[in-house]
């Protein structure tokens, strides 16, 4: 059974840091590309960051580029999000995704198939 | 940045009834948008990739359309189960965008 499992949320003072992982199983790690998902309390789907394979492609929202890093570790089957200078708007449900590569004239397009369940960050004073 | 716009906001439908939610791309996505089902207090599902093609294991009652900057979801027999918010996404270029969704309920 394919499984994302979240962990490493938790309340924050703004300006803190925080790590999420992600364990993944049930699937050829690094035979997809991963992504991080968020969703503010009430609000909708916000795409956060995402990377290749190796890890050798990162990508981020402008919302939160210069102070988050995407990461994996395909020996451990793991995916991270380092968090730094965290700010109140970054509070949310984070989202580990799986994303499926598809190549199209010599181009990589990512589709999110499967979900994990979610951790909560919520940064306050 | 690539702007994903659905409507409606909000639908209201009888059960069996035909439901369709239009998402709009700001500009040309080819046909890499994709389709999810958020049912509420769980996590996201996939139901559509590629803008028409069916995720494995979703009824066939859900389909998609579209291509370049106009797409929707259509939902043939709108069921209870289907209760939940729809969100389309975008992932022709980064930064990977979703629409603000789509909340379908009951009458």
């Known amino acids: 059974e394919v499984q994302l499992v979240e962990s490493g949320g938790g309340a924050v003072r703004p300006g803190g840091s925080l790590r999420l992982s992600c364990a993944a199983s049930g699937f050829t790690f690094d035979d997809y590309g991963m992504s991080w998902v968020r969703q503010a309390p009430g609000k909708g789907l916000e795409w956060v960051s995402g990377?290749?394979?190796?890890?050798?492609?990162?990508n981020y929202a402008d919302s939160v580029k210069g102070r988050f890093t995407i990461s994996r570790d395909n020996a451990k089957n793991s995916l991270y999000l380092q968090m730094n200078s965290l700010r109140a708007e970054d509070t949310a449900l984070y989202y580990c995704?799986?994303?499926?590569?598809?190549?199209?004239?010599?181009?990589?397009?990512?589709?999110?198939?499967?979900w994990g369940k979610g951790t909560t960050v919520t940064v306050s004073s | 940045d690539i702007q994903m716009t659905q409507s409606p906001s909000t639908l209201s439908a009888s059960v069996r009834d035909r439901v369709t939610i239009t998402c709009r791309a700001s500009q040309s996505i080819s046909n890499w948008l994709a389709w999810h089902q958020q049912k509420p207090g769980k996590a996201p599902k996939l139901l559509i990739y590629?803008?028409?093609s069916l995720e494995s294991g979703v009824p066939s009652r859900f389909s998609g359309s579209g291509s370049g900057t106009e797409f929707t979801l259509t939902i043939s027999g709108l069921q209870p189960d289907d209760v939940a918010t729809y969100y389309c996404?975008?992932?022709?270029?980064?930064?990977?965008?979703f629409g603000q969704g789509t909340k379908v309920e009951i009458k």
């Open positions: 590629k803008a028409s």
């Open positions: 996404q975008q992932y022709n270029s980064y930064p990977y965008t």
């Open positions: 990377i290749n394979w190796n890890g050798g492609t990162t």
């Open positions: 995704a799986r994303d499926t590569i598809s190549l199209w004239f010599a181009t990589y397009y990512y589709c999110t198939d499967v």
